[in-house]
Structures are given as structure tokens and as C-alpha cells.
């Protein structure tokens, strides 16, 4: 079996974030790592590299316990005052952005405008509603950049900015649209892995147990979750210089191509059983977080957050439950994700 492919056509292009039609990102945030290849790519990975570094993302530890503490704290309050409470605005999806907020070095004071922005961003009711929130961060991050600039601090925008290759640096738009997918990658996908890993080890009472049983399997327990629960169904477009065929499909030049990560992780010619949810499987490689020149700089620390959550969680909450039957929980609607609108627990 070969990689599933679906081709959608050039129209593609004018397709959006969530199915709003017609919106695209202003192109100072678009040309970013995900979207430009070599020489490009490379130039610009090699200056990121120098300063997104696994001592930068270690020294957030202590930052991501403490938040998801504090987090999980407020969780289990709610939940014995109210008697459930839901994971995702309560938990999940504040997570991420107090730690992007801290990477960025977002003032306190902003934090909340900031949070809302991006909270609307990923979620809108309108188009409108999308095309105000993108403009309202990048502005910001222009600002910030700007003030970063007369005021650094120790933090990866400083960084960032001061970063320089024999004589090479970031350009401004360069340094916006790096601001913007870190804060966009960084955030949405962590923050539903978060809850669909919780949802996947509630409906996996064994699985769950063994974890109770020896937490020192949590970051096998996080690589199965990427496996076998991450959001992304499907790959960021991609459009072939010259006709290829995958998997028996002929791919013209300059068509639209989108590779189905969730169906790949699931090839029985891959691994074994691989509709089982099974966190001692031995066979941990995947393609949630990229791959070759492709591969999430911020992988390191998308896993340190996912695995500082559920560990926090599963400690503080030790009987976390559903509060409603797993048929009953809501989803939101996306051609390119699988992730939870809301995720009601309560403490068992």
C-alpha cells in the first residue's frame, strides 16, 4: 500500500483555516518554514536552529510545571465546586499559550488580549472574526518585535532578532512570519493533543492503568498518543514541479497535493495492529511532527509540554472521568483536524 494521496486541485488554494472561504494570511506571515524549501529553508532553519536550541527549551521546564500546576489546580477546584469542568478552555488550551507567551516574552499585561486573539483565531464564528484576530496578533508581534529591538531581553524574539550567519540575518518579514508560526504551531496542535490524549487514555482503561502503575512510561505513552490521536489529518498542501505518481496516482505539475498523516499512521503494512492503542509499542516513529529538512524545530518542546500536562493531570485528578459518553462529545468541524470543541471531566 502505497501513501495515501487525495488531489484536490489547484482551488485548493483558495480554501482557509476552518473552511472560511476566501481568507488568506497577509504574506508577511505566510512565508514561513512551512511554506518555502530550499535554498530558502535552509538558510533560514540554520538561523532559527542557533537560537531555538534544547537548552532554551529545558530552561522552560520549570515554567510549564508550574503553569500546568496552577492550571490543574484551578481544574480540580472547578470540578469539586461545580462537579465537572472542561478540559479544553480550562486547561488544554490555556497551556500552550502561557508558554509561547513566556518563549516570545509577551508581557504579563498582554497576556489576555493576546490569549483572546488567538483563542478567536482558531476558533472563529465569521470570517470577520478571523481576518480582525490575524490582524490584531500581527500587529502585535510587530510591535513587540519593535520593542524587542530597543529593549531585549533573554528571550527567542531577542534572539531572534539579534541572530546572525556570516553576516546574514532575519529580514523584518522573515522575523514576523517566524513570530507567527511559532506561535501558531506551538499553540493549536499541542493544545488539542493535550485533550485528545486525556480522551484517548479515559477510553483506554487499561492502557491507563499501566501508566498509573509506572509513570516513567508517559513519554511512550505521549509518542503513541502523536501516533494514534494527533489532530492533524492531513499534511499542509503541497504543489509538484513535475508530474509524480504516488500510490498509483499521477500527480500533474502545479496540482494541489495533501498527504493524509492519520491514514498513514494507520497502514497495517507499517504497524502492527494499528488500530490499537497500545503505549508500550515498540515501533514509536511517526510523521505527526515532520520529517527531513521539514521536521518541527519545536518538537522538543511540544513534548515537554504534552507530557508535563497529562503527567500533571493524571497526578492531580487520579480519577479523572468523562461527564457525558464519549458519543456525545462535540467536534470541531475541519477538513484538516480531528479535535475537541469541549471536553467535560469530572473527578470521579
Not at 158 to 183: Q, Y
Not at 304 to 309: K, M, R, V, W, Y
Request: proline letters at 7%; charged letters at 25%.
Amino acid at each position: 500500500m502505497g501513501p495515501p494521496v487525495a488531489t484536490l486541485g489547484n482551488d485548493v488554494a483558495k480554501m482557509t483555516w476552518n473552511g472560511y472561504k476566501g481568507f488568506s494570511l497577509p504574506p508577511a506571515l505566510d512565508a514561513n518554514l512551512l511554506n518555502i524549501d530550499p535554498t530558502d529553508h535552509l538558510r533560514l532553519r540554520r538561523l532559527v536552529s542557533k537560537t531555538f536550541t534544547p537548552r532554551r527549551v529545558e530552561a522552560l521546564r520549570a515554567g510549564v510545571q508550574e503553569a500546568a500546576g496552577g492550571l490543574a489546580d484551578a481544574l480540580a477546584k472547578r470540578m469539586e465546586t461545580d462537579g465537572a469542568a472542561d478540559l479544553v478552555s480550562q486547561f488544554a488550551n490555556p497551556l500552550p499559550l502561557v508558554v509561547i507567551g513566556n518563549l516570545l516574552g509577551v508581557p504579563e499585561q498582554d497576556r489576555k488580549p493576546f490569549s483572546d486573539w488567538v483563542t478567536t483565531m482558531f476558533d472563529p464564528q465569521s470570517r470577520d472574526d478571523m481576518a480582525n484576530a490575524v490582524d490584531s496578533i500581527h500587529r502585535y508581534l510587530l510591535d513587540l518585535i519593535e520593542q524587542r529591538r530597543r529593549e531585549p531581553d533573554d528571550r527567542l524574539l531577542s534572539a531572534l532578532i539579534a541572530v546572525r550567519d556570516e553576516g546574514d540575518k532575519l529580514t523584518e518579514d522573515e522575523l514576523v512570519s517566524l513570530a507567527f508560526l511559532i506561535l501558531f504551531a506551538g499553540s493549536e496542535s499541542t493544545q488539542h493533543v493535550i485533550s485528545g490524549g486525556l480522551l484517548t487514555l479515559l477510553e483506554h482503561p487499561q492502557q491507563l492503568g499501566a501508566l498509573r502503575e509506572d509513570p516513567a512510561l508517559l513519554p511512550d505513552a505521549v509518542e503513541e498518543i502523536l501516533r494514534y490521536a494527533h489532530p492533524n489529518q492531513m499534511a499542509i498542501r503541497r504543489f509538484p514541479t513535475e508530474d509524480v505518481v504516488i500510490g498509483g496516482t499521477r500527480i500533474p505539475a502545479g496540482d494541489t497535493v495533501m498527504l493524509c498523516i492519520a491514514s498513514a499512521h494507520r497502514d497495517p503494512q507499517r504497524y502492527p495492529e494499528p488500530d490499537r492503542f497500545d503505549i508500550h509499542r515498540t515501533d514509536k516513529a511517526h510523521l505527526t511532527l515532520g520529517c527531513g529538512v521539514h521536521y518541527c524545530l519545536g518538537a522538543p518542546l511540544a513534548r515537554l509540554e504534552i507530557q508535563t500536562a497529562l503527567g500533571t493531570l493524571l497526578r492531580r485528578c487520579p480519577q479523572l472521568a468523562l461527564d457525558v459518553p464519549a458519543d456525545q462529545l462535540r467536534w470541531r468541524p475541519s477538513f484538516r483536524s480531528h479535535a475537541l470543541k469541549e471536553l467535560p471531566i469530572t473527578a470521579g
